[in-house]
């Protein structure tokens, strides 16, 4: 797509003129047409927000069952009190015994609670929400107003997404301009499978104008006419997206993680794997100008299949992290955050995501974590070390590594010794030439991928947050227990090196006691109920 400079000129001073303010106060709440182009509600609270605009809202010659249905709304208001209101507007919009100008007003009336009604939790009012913002900006001309309005559509189909989830919380889930952050990757992956289509439809068409055209006789004896050139262009051009940026000659995806090692003392050659010796340039001569290999990514369905089955209760949470997966030339995924209470699993999951994705992976326990040293120490120190990633990618020889964070937010504060969540800004801000001071060059870790895990957004500065696609993780329930149970006996199967007959399946009268005994929560306590079953059932076992 070839940019017109004038109308980016005119798009980016339209988007500066039409922006609306991201946080609106109770003394001046957002009109309709803001909230579309992406307002905040008054202190990010969808009660809060409707009480300021029932208090300010023009009621003179508005019906009388319209008036009474709103003056509610200014004391205390529900999800109710604003669905009836919101009805009634709608009605009163019908009215043809009505003046024009009332019915307008009832129709701004109507769609501004249903908005608003939207972040309170009602589906009705989302679904509702979401048709006026699309019809809104389907009649738009202007670039920048449509692009505010179709983030604000993808905002909320968030919201009903979470609301079917079960998952929706109005104290935290009405902060739009966080949603609105949230929800540009999915639009960039969108428009970027839309632009692939639109190449592609554009190729078969040439190609079939070029089968009508008249030919000449054959030049040569290749039976090729040379206007066949183009014929088969829609190959090609999947042929050129699949090889982007890839040498020519590469047989599968690759990347050259450490470019050389040439320039460090000592005479190890870039690519020697034999190389030993405790200096920089010995330790990654290894792999050093070589193209390390990118894991392929394996079925999406069949890895979702998995992890929903481990992780009954975060399915969500498994399709919002899976999909940011779709259409990579290999195994990787964004930098993702899962929030959650203390035993929810988020470190459990993060470490399935990356294992059922194929990618060898560590936890690297951030809590206490007092320096820098996760983006590498320099050399001239005696405890001198690579950054973490370029240590997996050296141990593994991949480019595509897993890293989970664990417990993020508990790194400590001080930058007398460097800050892990100041190396971390770094290193996902420019992952493909991030600079480490051991090597003393530039390595690419775009191939890797990292996870973080937060009891709580406290701790975490703004900026840090930002490089992160935060994904909140509820806890289980008792309904979650059988499938949980079935994982944590997997697990233990695993670490003991045990199999199913030496370690079989809770029988019914053990699992039901597990589930009397659990407290919904944490995976942590009921991992621990397992345990005791099993470790009673090896007490009475009878002894040979």
Known sequence: MTLDPKRVAEARLSLRLQTPPAYSLPGNPPDLDSLYKGAGLCWNNAYADVRAWAIQVETKGLPATL??????????????????AAECAARC???DELSTDVQWACGQIAQRLRFVGAFMGHYVCTCMAYHAVSVAASGQHDDAILNLMLTTVAVLREVGHRIIAEIFDPTRDADIARLREMVVPDMERDADNIELWRELRLADTQAAAGADEPRGAVRDDTGQDSRDEDHDRANRVVADLLNEGRPAGAS???????QSVSHLPGSAKDGSRGSTGSTPRAEFAGIAGERLRCLPLRDLSETRAALVARHPHAAGVVDRALGHAVGRPYATLPPILFVGRPGAGKTRLATDILAFMGLPSIV???AGV????FGGTSRQWGTGRGCVPLQRAKAHRLATCGIVLDEVEKAGESRHNGNLQDTLLAMLDHADRF???????QVDLSGM???ATANSRTGLSTPLLDRFIVIDVQTPGREHVPALVDGILADVRRERGLDLDWCPELDGEELAAVQDAWR???IRSLRRLVEAILATRESLAPRH
């Open 67 to 84: 008036v009474a249905l709103l003056e509610p709304l200014q004391d205390a208001p529900t999800v109710d009190h604003v669905v009836a």
């Open 364 to 366: 690297y326990a951030c």
């Open 370 to 373: 007092a320096d820098g040293s």
């Open 93 to 95: 919009e019908l009215d």
């Open 252 to 258: 599968e995806p690759g990347i050259t993680v450490l």
């Open 449 to 451: 991928t990292f996870l």
């Open 520 to 522: 919904p929560g944490s």
């Open 435 to 441: 600079f480490d001071p051991y090597v003393e060059a």
